[in-house]
């Protein structure tokens, strides 16, 4: 097609800087505007639900491949055996109760400039605004030795999924005494307090049926999300079950042999693993890149009052793929970025004012069954760019009592429950 | 729902909708209880208003995540939030 198509007109028109004072979808009639979504998690999910609040009247199609979702957060409480496989799992009937669309698929690329999106049944549903939500992608080149083929050796488990499954069995099968060595990137990454949850949950699984067992984090930072909280806490739940070792003592690994299941550090010192996680560096999900959304950090860059991408107009992007610092990549965050950008999008194809640009997290860490941490932020948009509002957010108090402690598990797993709800309908 | 009245105090509707998008990730769906945090929909406003402005300034469970998010909060945007629960917490 070589003359600009109508939706491509309106497109354009709506992308400039006079959309809100020339509503082109509005005058095309609202009802026609169509939403495609891709990505069924925290972000996506929620996208698609608040956009039918925002506006009823438009068309919204989500994308998705699982016909059940199963969530990385409690995925940490599944391994330690305190969550069953099947209670992180989340289907779509509440949003198709609510008149989205959804369709199970991959999607498998992008045509910007037709406003097109290729699925891996051969469809092609056209959309007036894309949003991606694709969650992260492995960098296999960015570890030697750790690929595909070799992470069904040593699993990452950093998707949940078959992957989790495979570590869970191979914790099952260890014999006491064994040594978990578990292999932890540098930031940016999914779920910054997640290795350290994930220590914990590991640790209280072998104190109950393996109690000589050891658990190794090499990272590859010194620093890391309620550090203090998780010292404080390992200690006190399993004493010297989990060693913590960081970058300035040797902690960087820079080769894995997971037929050996060996790793080697910066230095050079080798240690030998009985079950070997390796959590490898990331990027955002493939469509992302399909999108021409990503920049050279392999990250999506984003406008901070609406979470538009900055390469392509009319596609949004949420989550985890998205450079949105100092906000972390977690579930709490891509569903309020989601609620921010359907709020937006809504806004911006009825030609009414924006929200303004704010957002919250909430993250819960379990230590143990009566052991919760918590960290918070607040964060607006200001002159473009993402800012955390001074004096508030923060991590759990480091003196706090057992009673505070039980107060936090029992939170997190109600924050799981009522996330879950609002973000799949339950 | 986003051409309705402003109900959220001094706020856009559109935006206390995406302020009370935080809360209820935790609250529940639209305010309702979904374990052991508490509910928040239908609360008196009065009381809400209060007990927001009670965290924000310390007065109230100093070490929780309730004062930590309300710490990032002005007084306009706790009034918005304590009005959008009580009136149960939907457009």
């Keep these: 097609m070589t003359g600009p198509s109508r939706r491509r007109v309106l497109g354009s028109l709506a992308a400039g800087g006079a959309s809100l004072a020339l509503p082109a979808i509005v005058r095309a009639g609202a009802g026609s505007a169509r939403v495609v979504i891709v990505g069924g998690g925290f972000g996506g999910a929620t996208a698609a639900r608040y956009l039918k609040r925002h506006a009823p009247q438009l068309q919204v199609t989500l994308i998705e491949p699982a016909p059940r979702f199963h969530t990385c957060p409690f995925s940490n409480l599944y391994l330690a055996g305190l969550r069953s496989w099947d209670s992180l799992g989340h289907g779509f009937d509440g949003l198709r109760a609510a008149g989205i669309e959804v369709i199970h698929a991959l999607a498998d690329d992008v045509d910007a400039s037709r406003r097109t999106l290729r699925l891996s049944t051969g469809q092609t549903p056209g959309w007036d605004r894309l949003v991606l939500s694709p969650g992260v992608d492995m960098r296999w080149d960015a570890l030697p030795g750790y690929d595909e083929a070799a992470s069904r050796l040593a699993p990452h488990a950093w998707k949940a999924g078959p992957q989790t499954q495979l570590l869970r069995r191979q914790m099952e099968a260890m014999e006491d005494g064994g040594s978990f060595v578990m292999v932890i990137p540098d930031n940016p990454f999914r779920c910054p307090p997640g290795p350290y949850e994930r220590a914990a949950m590991v640790a209280h699984y072998f104190k109950r049926h393996k109690p000589r067992s050891k658990i190794l984090l090499l990272d590859a930072k010194d620093n890391f999300s309620k550090k203090g909280l998780f010292l404080q806490g390992w200690k006190a739940l399993y004493g010297d079950m989990i060693e913590w070792v960081g970058l300035a003592d040797d902690g960087r690994v820079t080769r894995v042999d997971a037929g050996a299941l060996t790793v080697e550090t910066a230095f050079g010192q080798l240690h030998k693993a009985a079950v070997l996680n390796v959590i490898p560096p990331q990027k955002a999900g493939f469509i992302a890149q399909r999108a021409g959304v990503v920049d050279a950090s392999g990250w999506v860059p984003v406008k901070a009052e609406s979470f538009e991408t900055r390469q392509v107009a009319g596609i949004y992007a949420l989550g985890d793929a998205t450079l949105a610092a100092p906000m972390p990549k977690s579930a709490f965050v891509a569903n309020t970025q989601a609620k921010l950008a359907a709020a937006a999008i809504a806004a911006d194809l009825l030609g009414q004012a924006p929200p303004a640009a704010l957002y919250t997290n909430t993250c819960y860490s379990l230590i143990g069954p009566d052991y919760g941490i918590s960290v918070a932020g607040v964060y607006r948009a200001a002159e473009g760019r993402i800012i955390e509002l001074p004096g508030s957010g923060g991590v759990s108090p480091g003196d706090a009592d057992a009673t505070f402690r039980a107060a936090e598990a029992a939170h997190g797993a109600s924050w799981y429950a009522a996330i879950c709800a609002d973000t799949w309908g339950a | ?91």
């Excluded at chain 2, 051409?3 to 856009?12: D, F, K, N, Q, V």
């Excluded at chain 2, 469970?61 to 939907?90: C, N, Y």
């Design chain 2, 1 to 91: 729902m986003l051409a309705g009245p402003a109900r959220g105090a001094e706020l856009p509707a559109t935006t206390a909708a995406v302020l009370a998008g935080g809360c209820v990730n935790c609250h529940g769906p639209d305010g309702r209880a979904q374990g052991a945090i508490p509910g928040i929909r239908g609360l008196d406003e009065g009381y809400l208003r209060a007990r927001l402005l009670a965290f924000r300034d310390g007065r109230d469970a100093p070490g929780s995540v309730m004062t930590r998010l309300m710490k990032g909060h002005d007084t306009h945007q706790i009034e918005a939030l304590a009005k959008w629960f009580a009136q149960g917490g939907t457009q």
